[in-house]
């Protein structure tokens, strides 16, 4: 197995100073952020070196990553404008599913891993994730629930205050199905 990477060794608040320095610089510059982060590393009592080549592999694949996850969202958000709350289930379905394969390749990421190279922080993230999209699921479920009962109790004053009979009322209710 091979050793890890130096990017990946980094302490969780300097990966974090340096995704966000490669977007700020357009994942460019990287003689300038290899002496940075070299110097931050030094001044954290760090011995641990990273080289510009070292950094720029590390951030072309972040920038891919950063690319697919833009694609995504935006894809997301003009899928959900698309369709209708009706479709508010099938859409969290889909994307719990996404969310599921990326776990999936992630822990098998974590797999080949020994027992101390394997980051905590990465499986309490990914489960994170899952948590707010049940969550997330479970809300547009109780809305959903929540517009047909005001619809229901809308189309029951409609009956009965004459604005449409019982008959008319009993297929609305079929058609919008909430009966």
Do not use: C
Not at 66 to 89: F, I, N, R, T
Not at 100 to 126: C, N, R, S, W, Y
């Amino acid at each position: 197995m091979p050793p890890p990477r130096k990017v990946d060794l980094l302490p969780a608040e300097l990966k974090g100073w340096l995704q966000q320095s490669l977007r700020a610089r357009g994942f460019s510059g990287y003689d300038a952020l290899a002496e940075e982060l070299n110097l931050r590393l030094e001044e954290e009592g760090l011995e641990l070196r990273i080289r510009k080549s070292a950094l720029h592999a590390y951030g072309q694949e972040y920038e891919e990553f950063v690319k697919y996850q833009d694609e995504a969202s935006a894809w997301a958000a003009g899928w959900m404008q698309e369709q209708g709350l009706e479709e508010e289930a099938k859409r969290h379905n889909v994307l719990f599913q996404m969310i599921t394969t990326l776990a999936f390749k992630v822990m098998q990421a974590q797999m080949v891993k020994a027992g101390e190279e394997i980051d905590p922080k990465e499986l309490h993230f990914l489960g994170k994730m899952l948590k707010d999209v049940m969550a997330s699921s479970g809300i547009r479920e109780t809305l959903a629930r929540d517009l047909r009962k005001a619809q229901a109790a809308r189309l029951e004053a409609a009956v009965a205050g004459g604005d449409i009979d019982a008959e008319a009322a009993a297929k609305a209710r079929r058609i919008l199905g909430f009966e």
